[in-house]
């Protein structure tokens, strides 16, 4: 059978799976010989057998009897013993902090005879009273499950009639009446007696607290954190230490380190004469903890002792709870503390330097999500005074943005080429918009999710956005948007955007700089007395050194590339060239897609292809030496077309009048018109359809690369395919690609060589990967439409469409389009690069879908033996560090 309770003298830190964070930490102090209260842990392998067959397991019972017993006779008293009371808490613990989810129950073995007892011993009417009074108000609401205000409100009732303010100033017959009114309250509310036996306070109390694993705070809070559902909680059981005995007795909560800002010191906070749950009420103002010297110097002595051994104990920063009962200090939690990012940082290098830990170690005691929140600037909240919150949508890319609305592209290049700050406002946005997404400090929709356009565009210029804001009714025509409470927000009108919250403000809330960021772009250095710099800067140059996988970036412009080098990207995993075709080309792609000859068709690629060139150029001037891939164009045509309704419109407005070249427009939309875009004529399919089209983008890069070869540049391009499907496919592309790479060589006397590969993003390309390997030289995976298609969601629609409902459900954790889905997506990720790797054993293997620069999928690219991930410049320092953390 197993073993349901360990005394705290049998457990240790690193049984949390069994005893929960506190159980351990509490079994581990005691080991240490720090003052612990005595008392024993229920393992959470018993809250799991409770909470699936609805009883406790067999045995438990006569254990937890067996280790109360060994505990009465440690005190020297029994549980509720009348003449001199063992009291414990019972208190939940999980293997990840849940603060405040779970229940807790105080002074357990408290009744109407103990009650003297407890008076008797502490030699104080009063506070025994009063903790009787606790002990009911406590049990009834965790574990008869009464209405908590029912008590607070007798409470208040009592000191209304004695026209007080204060619960100090109530008296030992004062809290006597109360217990009798709380009784009351238990047996109207709950039907039954407050029990009186003490093991069955204490039996109520365990169940109570196994069953608050699933109360629906706890539910939403494991949700956000990410906590699997299935842990359950340990109940530690402790006999009870009083803070509340007078003013020699107090209670307290102490850090090793700062954990906002990771500074050494002595950080935290007393209350004298209370219980921790007086803290957390906030019922009477704490003090800091330094003051204790002065309070009690003896105790506060023995606590920075215990500090200090803690620290170098658990090697890292510790959180303690303390309490101080008659001038004798007891421990009753420790664990290793929260901090911020920059505390992480700074500590992780100070303990590196204190010897307490190796280079490794300091690597792994931070993360990529930390470094992304310390680079993004943010919004200084304490500042916050002259903004109104508006509402909240999705928090697609980080940062902090404060601008004009406008809500148009045109507008928004408009007015920041006269120096204003606009935010782009739009109910989505399209390849249109780009020029004003550039333009503007920060993009917010009303519709789409964490993949759409705006989303993802936002997120590879490093750009904060806000997208599927859906309570804003967003009138691009009439320039205004509308706000919940009828909040009319027009053109012109300054609002402020958080991207790491989703949060949207009218008026300015002010925004800070981060010196990470400028640290990265080479603007402050390590040895500028910044000591977060200088953190950042040890600990990215130590993970470099250890990773395996390389860092590229999405790219395709030259000033994005240059910053993705800056940031440290070891060169280009996809260019998309499709944005090459924006802005004033739109008028040659139109041409092109309204060629009634071979000869207008050439005529439309010629006058594109210097300018695409043009473009490679200066992307390889920015990349020399390192390799650029890029990938020939993917979207379909139409998307460089004019809106179907929009143009049908004005043909039809006007009539007879109308311009044919509108016309005819018009028809060409009409023709290229799908259902389902996603899944119609794109990428290499728009490469065989359209003669020329890769011709002319093939041509362009070897031209670009010639170019950059002769002016003694080392211009390494990879050629990529878009949307394969089928061997086929490539085998005819490339065979165009490389007479055109050929000819290119004989006319300019310079021979660029460039791999021919492929992206690896839909399932039929994943499971024939050993054929298309025969054609391709590398491959890429773009786990974006790989996601769409392996799951069938719209990458533009599901997210804001129904995400929610099923994350609610569980049905994932995160969405799959963040977090790479490692049994189904990632399953095709491994059957490709293991087949690709068998037909060619060279084969280059990267990833570029938005998955290259999120953490977790960034260690799944490490197990599967990629070569590389790809991702916006601004993840690139991200997945560096986490390159480096897979590895150790
Ligand atoms: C992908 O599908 O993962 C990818 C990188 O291509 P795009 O996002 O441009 O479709
Ligand atoms: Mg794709």
């Known amino acids: 059978m197993p073993k349901f309770v360990y005394d705290f003298t049998e457990g240790n830190k690193d049984l949390k799976d069994l005893l929960g964070g506190k159980g351990a930490n509490l079994a581990e102090m005691t080991n240490l010989g720090l003052p612990v209260p005595p008392g024993f842990t229920i393992t959470t392998e018993a809250c799991r057998h409770y909470l699936k067959h609805g009883s406790l397991p067999e045995g438990l019972e006569e254990e937890v009897a067996r280790h109360l017993s060994a505990l ?105 009446a109360l217990v009798d009114t709380y009784k009351g309250i238990v047996r109207e509310h709950a039907g039954r007696e407050f029990p009186t036996d003490p093991r069955e306070q204490m039996d109520l109390a365990v169940k109570a607290v196994f069953d608050s694993w699933n109360a629906d705070r706890a539910i939403l809070y494991r949700r956000q954190e990410r906590i699997p559902v299935d842990l359950g909680t340990a109940v530690n059981v402790c006999s009870m230490v009083f803070g509340n005995l007078g003013m020699d007795s107090g209670t307290g909560v102490a850090f090793t380190r700062d954990p906002a800002s990771g500074q050494q010191g002595i950080y935290g906070d007393y209350l004298q004469n209370a219980q921790g749950e007086d803290v957390v009420a906030g019922i009477r103002n704490t003090v800091p903890l330094t003051e204790l010297e002065t309070i009690d110097k003896a105790s506060y002595d023995q606590l920075l002792e215990i500090m200090e051994k803690l620290e170098n104990h658990y090697r890292d920063m510790c959180d303690i709870e303390f309490t101080i009962e008659r001038g004798k200090l007891w421990m009753l939690q420790t664990r290793v503390g929260k901090r911020t990012a920059a505390a992480a940082f700074r500590i992780a290098c100070q303990l590196l330097d204190q010897g307490l830990i190796t280079a490794d170690e300091a690597v792994r005691r931070v993360t990529g999500d930390q470094l992304a929140q310390l680079m993004f600037p943010r919004f200084d909240a304490s500042r916050a005074d002259g903004a109104t919150r508006l509402t909240k949508g999705m928090n697609a890319s980080p940062g902090a943005a404060v601008g004009k609305a406008v809500f148009t592209s045109a507008r928004a290049v408009e007015l920041a080429e006269r120096g204003e700050d606009v935010i782009l406002v739009r109910r989505e946005t399209n390849p249109d918009d780009l020029a004003g997404m550039v333009a503007a400090r920060g993009v917010l929709t009303s519709r789409g999710g964490k993949t759409s356009h705006a989303a993802v565009v936002a997120r590879g210029m490093g750009k904060t956005c806000v997208c599927g804001a859906e309570e804003l009714d967003v009138d691009v025509k009439a320039g205004r948007f509308t706000a919940p409470g009828d909040v009319v927000v027009e053109e012109g009108e300054v609002i402020s955007i958080d991207g790491s919250t989703g949060e949207v403000f009218l008026g300015e809330v002010p925004v800070q700089d981060s010196p990470v960021v400028r640290y990265f772009e080479g603007e402050l250095g390590a040895a500028d007395g910044d000591e977060l710099v200088t953190a950042v800067d040890r600990i990215m140059g130590h993970a470099d050194g250890q990773a395996r996988l390389r860092v590229r970036a999405n790219a395709d412009n030259p000033e994005d590339a240059a910053r993705a080098r800056r940031f440290g990207a070891r060169g280009i995993g996809l260019c998309r060239t499709e944005h090459m075709f924006l802005g004033d080309r739109r008028r040659l792609v139109e041409k092109l897609v309204l060629a009634e000859t071979d000869d207008e068709r050439r005529a439309a690629l010629e006058a594109l292809e210097p300018l695409q060139k043009q473009d490679f150029v200066g992307i390889f001037e920015a990349m020399d030496g390192l390799p650029v891939t890029i990938r020939l164009i993917d979207p379909p045509l139409h998307e460089f077309l004019p809106d179907l309704t929009e143009l049908s419109v004005r043909v039809a407005l006007a009539a007879d009048d109308a311009d044919p070249k509108d016309r005819k427009l018009l028809e060409a939309v009409h023709r290229l018109h799908e259902q389902n875009p996603m899944l119609g004529l794109r990428g290499v399919r728009l490469g065989l359809v359209i003669p020329g089209l890769f011709s002319m983008q093939v041509r362009a890069i070897a031209e670009a690369a010639a170019e950059r070869r002769r002016a003694g540049g080392d211009p390494r391009p990879e050629i990529m395919i878009p949307l394969v499907g089928a061997v086929q496919e490539l085998e005819a592309v490339r065979e165009e690609a490389e007479r055109v790479l050929a000819d290119v060589a004989a006319e300019t006397g310079v021979d660029v060589p460039a791999l021919i590969g492929t992206m690896i993003e839909l399932p039929r390309a994943a499971l024939t990967a050993g054929q298309i390997a025969e054609a391709a030289e590398f491959f890429s995976f773009g786990t974006n439409d790989l996601t769409q298609t392996t799951w069938g969601f719209s990458r533009d629609d599901v997210e804001a469409a129904f995400f929610g409902r099923y994350l609610e459900l569980g049905i994932f954790g995160v969405s799959p389009f963040e977090t790479l889905d490692r049994e189904g997506v990632g399953r095709l990720v491994r059957i490709a690069a293991e087949e690709g790797r068998r037909t060619r054993p060279d084969i280059k293997l990267g990833i570029c879908g938005e998955h290259g620069g999120d953490p977790e999928s960034v260690h799944f690219c490490h197990e599967v033996g990629l070569d590389y991930v790809s991702c916006s410049p601004f993840r690139v320092p991200v997945a560096r560090l986490e390159a480096g953390r897979a590895v150790i």
């Open 72 to 176: 009465e006779e440690a005190m020297g008293k029994r549980l509720g013993q009348s003449d001199d009371p063992l009291l414990v808490s019972v208190r939940s613990g999980a293997k990840f902090s849940m603060p405040g989810m779970m229940e807790t129950v105080l002074n357990i073995g408290l009744n109407d005879e103990s009650v003297h007892g407890l008076a008797a011993q502490a030699g104080d009417e009063r506070f025994a009273w009063d903790s009787y009074r606790r002990l009911i108000q406590m049990f009834g609401k965790t574990v008869l499950d009464i209405e908590g205000e029912l008590f607070e409100e007798a409470l208040e009732d009592a000191k209304r009639a004695k026209g007080i303010d204060n619960d100090v100033d109530l008296d030992a017959g004062d809290f006597r």
